[in-house]
């Protein structure tokens, strides 16, 4: 799914990743009724998204960066949760492999988003 509005690589990536993470929640209540951790995942995993929007209205480059800062530190707590529900057994090494994988290309490409920003004058 591409997002609605306009084609932002970052903005797209984020938010079909939180339609998975939204999913994986639907997975853990359901199949696994697990809430704990999955509310966790759920939180963090769709705050990267919605954060990456709220940079995108950032009304500096300043406030732009802080709203970027804050979906990278969302992105590598989701990275925590998801490694925690595989070494639990909650999710398999496949799905998390999948879902790591799509976010260490988001990290990638919001640490990218900063240093060119940071290296604009």
Same mark, same amino acid.
């Given at each position: 799914?591409?997002?609605?509005?306009?084609?932002?690589?970052?903005?797209?990536?984020?938010?079909?990743?939180?339609?998975?993470?939204?999913?994986?929640?639907?997975?853990?209540?359901?199949?696994?009724?697990?809430?704990?951790?999955?509310?966790?995942?759920?939180? *963090?995993?769709?705050?990267?998204?919605?954060?990456?929007?709220?940079?995108?209205?950032?009304?500096?480059?300043?406030?732009?960066?802080?709203?970027?800062?804050?979906?990278?530190?969302?992105?590598?707590?989701?990275?925590?949760?998801?490694?925690?529900?595989?070494?639990?057994?909650?999710? *398999?090494?496949?799905?998390?492999?999948?879902?790591?994988?799509?976010?260490?290309?988001?990290?990638?490409?919001?640490?990218?988003?900063?240093?060119?920003?940071?290296?604009?004058?």
């Amino acid at each position: 799914m591409v997002y609605p509005e306009r084609e932002n690589i970052i903005l797209d990536k984020t938010y079909n990743y939180a339609i998975r993470i939204v999913k994986l929640y639907q997975y853990l209540c359901k199949e696994k009724k697990e809430f704990e951790l999955s509310r966790q995942i759920l939180r *963090s995993g769709t705050s990267i998204g919605a954060n990456v929007e709220e940079s995108v209205g950032g009304l500096s480059r300043k406030d732009f960066l802080a709203k970027l800062g804050v979906s990278y530190r969302e992105a590598r707590e989701t990275r925590f949760w998801l490694k925690l529900l595989r070494d639990t057994n909650y999710i *398999s090494t496949e799905q998390s492999d999948s879902m790591l994988e799509d976010l260490e290309e988001i990290i990638r490409i919001i640490t990218a988003i900063q240093k060119t920003t940071k290296n604009k004058d």
